[in-house]
Nanobody
Framework: QVQLVESGGGVVQPGGSLRLSCVVS????????MAWFRQAPGKERELVGS????????YYTDSVKGRFTISKDNAKATLYLQMNSLKPEDTAVYSC???????????????????WGQGTQVTVSS
């Protein structure tokens, strides 16, 4: 199994920034599509952004475009989510997810993903 561990969440004021990290280990496949999801209280889990396994394509939900960026550090086996200009509506538990695949497509549904981290809380409040 693939193991994912998120970190970097916390409390930040509106307009602030956070960088979330997701360390990947125990890979059973060298081809891993990656994504960040979030779930706010009382709401369904939603995609934040996704990246194909090559890291050549990415996708972001409209509400975070221009503010959030997915990146990765292969040497550290870590996926990042840089979050800038945070808004109160960004408050949620953020989880990273991965899917072993040779498909170069982007996957945007939580049902597409096989492995999940435990989540890290991000709270944006004034």
């Amino acid at each position: 199994q693939v193991q994912l561990v998120e970190s970097g969440g916390g409390v930040v004021q509106p307009g602030g920034s956070l960088r979330l990290s997701c360390v990947v280990s125990g890979r059973s496949s060298t081809n891993l599509a990656m994504a960040w999801f979030r779930q706010a209280p009382g709401k369904e889990r939603e995609l934040v952004g996704s990246m194909n396994w090559l890291g050549t394509s990415d996708y972001y939900t409209d509400s975070v475009k221009g503010r959030f960026t997915i990146s990765k550090d292969n040497a550290k086996a870590t996926l990042y989510l840089q979050m800038n200009s945070l808004k109160p509506e960004d408050t949620a538990v953020y989880s990273c997810a991965t899917k072993g695949t040779k498909d170069h497509r982007l996957f945007v549904s939580p049902y597409d993903y096989d492995y999940w981290g435990q989540g890290t809380q991000v709270t944006v409040s004034s």
